[in-house]
């Protein structure tokens, strides 16, 4: 049965296992259209707001922004699923009805929303195809533990505003492809991470070495290249780490697998985010979640800044207070060193990356770049090679 035009707006409303979606810009232009007056200013108004929304796509297809809403919006039925809970018939039957309205939706023409409005003068035009949206959201569900649901299935990184996680829409793309040398050290990472995403036993891992090495990198690297089989990556800041053992009880929920990742992480003395990562390390029952491990980056091997004052204190169990300041390190499962590249492993990075931008090598002019900086590093390469780049034009 059609419910195009007559009956969708009132069919639009009511949406309750995909409620979400009624926020979404396009729904709120189609409803405003629906209701107004098919002369006023409001109806042209909801017509081009609508079609804004569908161009905001570079495939101007109303079909796939609709899919997309479908499969991208926190739902109950996820949530069950996530949790390897039972989904009631209810719910079934309500999901599978407001899908059929959302098929729906997802075809209609410029043409047949046209109807709606009196307006002389040509009008935006969008594209249509046609989506078995039910069969797509069943096989999301199917594979829920690679796909995810919500922004999970939409977004692979993510970052935490206050509490909540919010997704980062334009993460770093590198590649494993594109960073030489450290062959042991990436292969140890990916082995870990292949661990967690099957569900075995997988180490929190502590990177230190020079700064510019590519510690970073490679852990970004890694969740490119295995996020579609249920990989995501959730940084945090120091200064967050307090918000952990709330944080994996959340994910712990979730279906998919989380790289909690601190980045250049070093503590002060008596710093309390050195209590909280700590107590998480140590597996507290509150804080443990199998589908999670914390990657965390340093320049320093002990994380703990240290003054000559802090040596010669006057703490009565000194012995043990320096004991635990250059322990949390060993509460890491696994510590992998990125020590600084010599001469050849530098100028041989500097090579691939010339090659893959084509632009020529120089090896004198490489090392004269390196000295200038007083570091041979991943990092002075690429930023050599970028040099050559953008002088090439």
């Not at 997309?68 to 919006?73: A, E, G, P, Q, T």
């Not at 999301?140 to 796909?147: D, F, S």
């Not at 909690?260 to 985010?273: G, H, I, R």
């Not at 020529?360 to 050599?384: G, K």
Request: aromatic share 8%; charged share 30%.
């Amino acid at each position: 049965m059609k419910l195009f035009p007559d009956h969708f707006r009132e069919a639009l409303a009511s949406l309750t296992v995909f409620r979400k979606i009624l926020g979404d810009p396009l729904i709120k232009a189609l409803c405003d259209l629906l209701e107004a007056d098919r002369c006023s200013p409001a109806a042209v108004d909801g017509y081009c707001r609508f079609a804004a929304e569908i161009y905001s796509r570079p495939d101007a297809s109303l079909s796939a922004y609709v899919r997309d809403l479908l499969l991208f919006c926190p739902n109950p039925v996820a949530s069950l699923m996530g949790e390897k809970k039972p989904v009631p018939e209810a719910v079934k039957a309500s999901a599978e009805r407001e899908i059929s309205i959302l098929q729906e939706l997802s075809e209609i023409t410029p043409e047949k929303l046209q109807e709606r409005i009196d307006f002389p003068a040509p009008l935006p035009r969008w594209s249509v195809e046609k989506f078995d949206l039910l069969n797509e959201f069943r096989l999301q569900m199917e594979n829920i533990t690679k796909k995810g649901s919500g922004i999970f299935a939409k977004y692979r990184a993510f970052r935490l505003s206050g509490r909540e996680i919010v997704p980062i829409e334009y993460p770093d793309p590198v590649r494993l492809s594109e960073l030489l040398g450290y062959e042991r050290e990436k292969e140890q990472i990916i082995g870990n991470t292949r661990a967690l995403i099957s569900g075995l036993p997988a180490a929190n891992i502590l990177l230190t070495g020079d700064a510019g090495t590519g510690k970073s990198s490679t852990v970004k690297a890694v969740v490119n290249e295995l996020w579609q089989e249920g990989l995501r990556i959730l940084e945090l800041k120091k200064e967050q780490l307090h918000d952990l053992p709330d944080l994996l009880s959340e994910l712990n929920r979730n279906p998919l697998r989380f790289i909690v990742f601190v980045d250049d992480l070093s503590f002060s003395q008596n710093d309390d985010n050195f209590s909280a990562l700590k107590a998480i390390l140590e597996g507290t029952v509150s804080a443990k979640a199998q589908n999670v491990a914390i990657y965390a980056t340093s320049n320093r091997r002990h994380l703990i800044k240290e003054s000559f004052s802090d040596r010669d204190g006057d703490d009565i169990h000194r012995g043990d207070t320096m004991q635990e300041t250059v322990s949390l390190s060993e509460r890491f499962g696994l510590h992998i060193t990125f020590s600084r590249p010599d001469k050849a492993t530098y100028l041989s990075i500097v090579e691939h990356l010339c090659r893959q931008y084509g632009v020529d090598f120089d090896e004198t002019d490489a090392e004269r770049f390196a000295l200038s900086r007083a570091s041979r590093s991943a990092r002075a390469a690429r930023q050599y090679v970028d040099s050559l780049v953008s002088a090439k034009g």
